[in-house]
């Protein structure tokens, strides 16, 4: 038998969603992690740690931490004594503050509409070298069919990779979010392509700037490790949806969509306005954003008489400035 207290892992982990695999338990063996030294490398910007059981940190029943903070140029030990059975594993993701004075979210181009067809294009934009995107498109379609299949962009560097999406229980508002990053300064369109006619579409494409100057961390592909998908939702008038930034180092933006004419909505109270776009077709797509954790407030997604969708991202400053020391016991 083997009980000798060893160091089980150390790592910076990253800021995606999965976040990072810290430790996994051997074949036949028990493991007792006994404590976690968190440092916080920063000397500005504090940062928030969360620790769980398996991959899903997302299942609030295997968290061993939630968002914990610690102060820039601190450590911190916690004393933890978590029983691993072989096999399981330990992940973690980190999440460094934003200052709110470096960090720009504007529309990239002005958010545009169509009405029948298997396509809409945006009017052409220009990206700067660096910059990170989120795209979101939405389909109206009552024949309950038509779906993005493919993009014709040819901005230096941007591929478009998915975030999320979501179609509500009938089946007639689709809504997709996509990330990229740039790396050159061409003026062009973007094309989604439908793969079969829709009654109407929408698309709105935002860019944030500056972030990039944060930068420990690589951003992933096509800026993947700069965005966090918090979730969709399905409103129907009146309804508050409860969407909170997992660590609230981030900012908060949110899209809705609704298969109704030029419906235009008020951001809530803490919410800035980035795109409002009616339109005379049955498709309306708007977006807000509020910077966390300075202020939260819920938005009222639904203000009409139409039933919405919508889409929340937190987006992240990538730095990676915690680093997580496990120490522990194996016994075999």
């Known amino acids: ?28 063996t028990t493991t007792a992690v006994k404590n976690a030294l968190i440092t916080n490398n920063d000397p500005i910007l504090g940062a928030f740690v969360t620790l769980g059981i398996g991959s899903d940190l997302t299942d609030m029943s295997k968290r061993i931490l939630s968002s914990y903070y610690v102060a820039p140029g601190d450590s911190v030990y916690l004393p933890l004594d978590v029983v691993l059975a072989t096999g399981e594993t330990l992940y973690a993701r980190q999440s460094c503050m934003i200052d709110p004075g470096q960090m720009t979210i504007a529309a990239a181009v002005a958010a545009t509409n169509a009405g029948s067809g298997s396509s809409i294009v945006s009017a052409s934009w220009t990206e700067a070298n660096n910059d990170l995107f989120l795209l979101t498109v939405v389909l109206v379609d009552a024949s309950a069919t038509a779906q993005v299949s493919s993009f014709t962009d040819t901005h230096t560097g941007v591929s478009w990779t998915l975030l999320q ?7 007639t508002i689709r809504i997709y979010q ?12 973007t094309t989604v392509t439908f793969d079969s006619v829709c009654d109407t579409s929408a698309l709105a494409i935002d860019k944030i700037t500056a972030l990039t100057s944060l930068v420990d961390d690589s951003t992933g592909t096509n800026g993947s490790t700069a965005f966090r998908a918090l979730g969709t939702t399905e409103a129907p008038t009146g309804t508050t949806p409860l969407f909170i930034a997992n660590e609230m180092g981030a900012s908060v933006f949110h899209h809705h969509a609704t298969g109704t004419i030029s419906e235009t909505q008020t951001p809530q109270t803490g919410w800035t306005e980035v795109d409002d776009f009616g339109t005379t077709n049955a498709a309306t797509i708007s977006s807000a954003q509020l910077l966390a954790p300075a202020s939260w407030t819920r938005p009222t997604v639904v203000t009409g008489s139409k039933l919405r969708v919508a889409a929340f991202a937190e987006i992240l400053n990538t ?14």
């Open 319 to 332: 730095k990676r400035s915690l680093t997580v020391t496990l120490d522990g016991v194996e016994v075999a």
């Open 178 to 189: 996509y990330t990229a990053q740039s790396t050159g300064t061409t003026n062009t369109t």
């Open 1 to 28: 038998m083997t009980d000798t207290l060893k160091r089980l892992g150390q790592a910076r982990p990253a800021q995606t969603t999965a976040g990072t695999l810290l430790y996994t338990a051997p074949s036949a």
């Open 165 to 171: 999406s979501y179609v509500n229980i009938a089946s």
